[in-house]
């Protein structure tokens, strides 16, 4: 039987090369893209439990320093990815950034007893991926 299949394969003919070649390409494009798909969203997902924790610092932070937080995230620029400030008064406490490709927006002010002042939601994305990140009103971080 191995020797028909090797005769077989002697005698096939230009088209049916091309096919085959063309075929073993579209798997590998195939294989390649959904690898892509699963790594960002695996990188989309770990960056939107990282903000969870960041969010959870800042709580903890202001029941610590007993006063008001604010959290803003400033949109990513060319030469910097998207930047979180903390700041109490108007004064920078604590800048992070979101690894590069990851986008959010919005806002969180905390009070001195570590507790939000209204719920917020934030959704994280990047290259067509999306993962939210939820404080509740009396401050449990969740990922939905």
Known sequence: MVNFSLNRMR???????????VSALAMCGLFWQLCQD??????????A????KDLRDIEFKARSANQFLELK???ATPSRPC???VTSHL????????????????ELKV????????ASSFVLTGRGRSCRVE??????????
């Open 91 to 106: 004064q920078e406490v604590d800048r992070r950034e979101l690894p590069g490709g990851v986008f959010t927006t919005g």
């Open 73 to 75: 995230v400033l949109p």
């Open 135 to 144: 404080v509740d009103a009396r401050g449990t971080v969740t990922i939905p």
């Open 111 to 118: 009070d001195p007893q570590g507790v939000p002042q209204a």
């Open 38 to 47: 699963s790594i960002e969203s695996w990188r989309v997902h770990e960056a």
């Open 83 to 85: 930047t979180l400030v």
């Open 49 to 52: 439990l990282q903000f969870a």
């Open 11 to 21: 005698h096939v003919n230009r088209l049916e090369q091309l096919l085959l070649a």
